[in-house]
Nanobody, 124 residues
Framework: QVQLVESGGGLVQAGGSLRLSCAAS????????MGWFRQAPGKEREFVAAIRSGGSTHYADSVKGRFTISRDNAKNTVYLQMNSLKPEDTAVYYC??????????????????WGQGTQVTVSS
């Protein structure tokens, strides 16, 4: 059974940084794509970033240049480094992975396994 556990959220001032981690278990981590999504109160869950098993990365326009996704296959962990944080980045951040390779990494409905989420709050 695939399990994803996020950590690293918290409260930070605008302009600050946080690094989120997502520890995966239950299957061969290196073989699967990984994604980060977020959901703010009253809004739909939205794509943030994804990294393919081969290492290529994809970002939402709203975070490009500020956020960096990476993976450490030896530690079965994916990271999201968030710099220059803005109040509009406030949300619950979720780690997710599909059961098989997907073409459209930005579509939340294509992901089968989700973590419990970690809260990120950016104060102005």
């Amino acid at each position: 059974q695939v399990q994803l556990v996020e950590s690293g959220g918290g409260l930070v001032q605008a302009g600050g940084s946080l690094r989120l981690s997502c520890a995966a278990s239950g299957r061969t981590f290196s073989s699967y794509d990984m994604g980060w999504f977020r959901q703010a109160p009253g809004k739909e869950r939205e794509f943030v970033a994804a990294i393919r098993s081969g290492g290529s990365t994809h970002y939402a326009d709203s975070v490009k240049g500020r956020f960096t996704i990476s993976r450490d296959n030896a530690k079965n962990t994916v990271y999201l480094q968030m710099n220059s944080l803005k109040p509009e980045d406030t949300a619950v951040y979720y780690c997710a992975t599909p059961a098989k390779p997907v073409f459209l990494l930005r579509l939340a409905r294509l992901y089968d396994y989700w973590g419990q989420g970690t809260q990120v709050t950016v104060s102005s």
